[in-house]
């Protein structure tokens, strides 16, 4: 028993020593605090917390940083929208007098100095994050402001549209660009009003009789001479004098990544010298291929961008192309 008493003795206070021996970890909600940040309105296109805006109109990031015990060499500016990884931009603070107190004014959109900055539909959120002098973090006041744009283009994924099929007639050829509706030559002409384009086939420009291709284009209904003479388009009306550029190689970043308003929409358009005075059809040798994307302007003013995911063929070896579509609203 005396042997037992000893053993629970010794435990205890082995106990007390280490509990009196641990170190208390640093929090991470507390150990930053020297540094505050205050985001100023000083001017209406400024954001002070959380700011709904429109397309096209420009936001003001207002801000003053002060650090109380140690000197500031630079800030970071970071971006982040959605579940993609934020992105930082390092600035540096040049004024030695500014060290511990430094205000500064982010106009956006300024995609030159903060690419990942540009405005997009939906929300995106900013911080601003101070430096020492050996580049450690020292704090970000743990503040950031919210920029909500509205709405301004439309987007619709994975849409099929098959080749014409001359018998039945009875196969999604055309397509309404503003709401990716697919119409077969059964339903077009009650339906041309809508219709934006259709598309058709031709023998590649290596094609040979042991080795058949076939490339793929699209035309308008209001096209001078229609290359598919088995539909007959001429009843048509009113016909959509929708342009088109050529086919654009290599999109499928721009699609995803760069085309996140409407603004960014017409800007990828026009940034292709496209005149949309040229063409109501495609007429490239390749035709429409996977990852290409053919930028277009509608009859009311709005611009888009129809991206192809694919150019293939059913289980029944019926020939379509799978497109998804952002159009301005």
Same mark, same amino acid.
């Given at each position: 028993?005396?042997?037992?008493?000893?053993?629970?003795?010794?435990?205890?206070?082995?106990?007390?020593?280490?509990?009196?021996?641990?170190?208390?970890?640093?929090?991470?909600?507390?150990?930053?605090?020297?540094?505050?940040?205050?985001?100023?309105?000083?001017?209406?296109?400024?954001?002070?917390?959380?700011?709904?805006?429109?397309?096209?109109?420009?936001?003001?990031?207002?801000?003053?940083?002060?650090?109380?015990?140690?000197?500031?060499?630079?800030?970071?500016?970071?971006?982040?929208?959605?579940?993609?990884?934020?992105?930082?931009?390092?600035?540096?603070?040049?004024?030695?007098?500014?060290?511990?107190?430094?205000?500064?004014?982010?106009?956006?959109?300024?995609?030159?100095?903060?690419?990942?900055?540009?405005?997009?539909?939906?929300?995106?959120?900013?911080?601003?994050?101070?430096?020492?002098?050996?580049?450690?973090?020292?704090?970000?006041?743990?503040?950031?402001?919210?920029?909500?744009?509205?709405?301004?283009?439309?987007?619709?994924?994975?849409?099929?549209?098959?080749?014409?099929?001359?018998? +039945?007639?009875s196969l999604p050829s *055309? %397509?309404?660009?503003?709401?990716?509706? @697919?119409?077969? &030559?059964? #339903? /077009?002409?009650?339906?041309?009003?809508?219709?934006?384009?259709?598309?058709?086939?031709?023998?590649?420009?290596?094609?040979?009789?042991?080795?058949?291709t076939w490339v793929v284009?699209?035309?308008?209904?209001?096209?001078?001479?229609?290359?598919?003479?088995?539909?007959?388009?001429?009843?048509?009306?009113?016909?959509?004098?929708?342009?088109?550029?050529?086919?654009?190689?290599?999109?499928?970043?721009?699609?995803?990544?760069?085309?996140?308003?409407?603004?960014?929409?017409?800007?990828?358009?026009?940034?292709?010298?496209?005149?949309?005075?040229?063409?109501?059809?495609?007429?490239?040798?390749?035709?429409?291929? +996977?990852?290409?994307?053919?930028? *277009? %302007?509608?009859?009311?003013?709005?611009? @888009?961008?129809? &991206?192809? #995911? /694919?150019?293939?063929?059913?289980?029944?070896?019926?020939?379509?192309?799978?497109?998804?579509?952002?159009?301005?609203?």
């Open positions: 028993m005396k042997t037992r008493y000893i053993n629970k003795l010794l435990i205890g206070l082995s106990f007390i020593l280490f509990a009196s021996c641990k170190k208390e970890s640093a929090n991470i909600f507390n150990m930053f605090e020297d540094v505050t940040v205050t985001f100023n309105n000083s001017d209406p296109r400024c954001v002070t917390d959380y700011k709904v805006i429109n397309d096209k109109e420009e936001v003001w990031i207002d801000f003053t940083i002060n650090s109380a015990k140690e000197d500031m060499y630079s800030y970071v500016f970071e971006v982040s929208a959605g579940t993609a990884q934020a992105t930082r931009y390092t600035i540096a603070i040049t004024d030695p007098t500014q060290r511990r107190s430094f205000s500064a004014i982010i106009k956006l959109p300024n995609t030159a100095l903060f690419p990942a900055a540009a405005l997009r539909d939906g929300k995106q959120s900013y911080r601003i994050c101070a430096l020492n002098e050996k580049g450690v973090f020292i704090g970000d006041g743990y503040k950031k402001v919210t920029v909500d744009v509205n709405p301004s283009f439309m987007i619709y994924a994975n849409r099929d549209i098959y080749l014409p099929d001359t018998v +039945a007639k *055309f %397509l309404s660009l503003t709401d990716a509706t @697919g119409f077969s &030559y059964t #339903n /077009a002409s009650a339906n041309a009003g809508k219709i934006d384009f259709g598309i058709y086939r031709k023998p590649g420009s290596n094609t040979t009789v042991q080795t058949p284009n699209l035309y308008s209904p209001s096209v001078a001479t229609n290359p598919l003479t088995v539909y007959n388009i001429s009843g048509f009306s009113p016909k959509r004098t929708t342009k088109f550029s050529q086919p654009v190689t290599g999109q499928a970043n721009a699609f995803l990544t760069t085309a996140i308003s409407g603004s960014s929409l017409e800007t990828l358009a026009k940034a292709r010298a496209i005149t949309f005075n040229e063409t109501t059809q495609t007429l490239p040798a390749n035709g429409l291929a +996977a990852g290409n994307a053919v930028f *277009f %302007l509608t009859p009311e003013g709005k611009y @888009g961008m129809l &991206y192809v #995911n /694919a150019a293939t063929s059913d289980l029944q070896k019926r020939p379509y192309i799978n497109v998804s579509i952002k159009i301005q609203r």
